[in-house]
């Protein structure tokens, strides 16, 4: 089954203590992006990749990083949390620059 | 900057009524325009979506339109049902994207009464 997979799809952690979200696609996807969602304000991309080692800047990449070692794989990396990036993370994947997108199934994130 | 404006924020139906949803996006050089359905615990999907290229689209009791000149963009769902009851999000790609990034709109939280 083609499917964009996400873990953990639930994390509370402290502030300043990094953590990871792994993410993981099937389908041979070249281009893979990371969203976060926030009420009232839909989804924005964090960070994007077009094929491996290939990532940049999305529209809010403060307190992220990225990596693309591998085509299947694109980890989210929070090196020092903050309150500010409690938020719902989604993973998405695409062949192309105009194809369909998949998403992830999520990863709630909470910083206290 | 790319924006896309998304109305109502919430929408309350009855069961076989009809629904829509408009967007209005502000990049011109837009191509292409998915609408995705979140249902409570899951990430996006998609349940259709329009090029800039064809003016409107059906898929059983789904359909979208596009105008253009407008910027405009709406979903149209007849005959609801209540497993149609979800957030609703719509979107837009700019021609000069970055790794295909989507602009989203703020969502619309469907509700269909039995």
């Known amino acids: 089954e083609a499917q964009v997979t996400q873990n953990p799809r639930y994390l509370i952690t402290v502030t300043g203590k990094k953590l990871t979200v792994t993410c993981s696609q099937n389908?041979?996807?070249?281009?893979m992006s990371w969203y976060r969602q926030d009420p009232g304000l839909g989804l924005r991309q964090i960070y994007y990749?077009?094929?491996?080692?290939?990532?940049d800047k999305g529209d809010v990449p403060e307190g992220y990083k990225v990596s693309r070692k591998e085509k299947r794989n694109f980890p989210l990396i929070l090196e020092s949390p903050s309150p500010n990036q409690t938020s719902l993370y989604f993973c998405a994947s695409s062949f192309g620059v105009s194809t369909e997108a998949f998403f992830g199934q999520g990863t709630r994130l909470t910083v206290v | 900057g790319e924006n896309v404006e998304q109305h109502p924020s919430t929408l309350s139906v009855q069961e076989g009524d009809s629904a829509v949803i408009k967007c209005t996006y502000s990049d011109s050089a837009s191509n292409y325009f998915p609408w995705y359905k979140q249902e409570l615990g899951k990430g996006p999907q998609l349940i259709i979506d329009i090029r800039s290229n064809v003016g409107e689209k059906k898929d059983q009791r789904i359909a979208v339109t596009l105008n253009k000149t407008a910027k405009h963009f709406s979903l149209h769902i007849t005959e609801t049902q209540p497993e149609d009851s979800a957030v609703y999000f719509c979107?837009?790609?700019?021609?000069?994207?970055?790794?295909?990034?989507?602009?989203f709109g703020q969502g619309t939280e469907l509700s269909v009464k039995p």
């Open positions: 979107a837009a790609r700019p021609l000069y994207n970055q790794g295909g990034k989507l602009i």
């Open positions: 990749s077009m094929n491996v080692e290939v990532t």
């Open positions: 389908m041979n996807h070249e281009y």
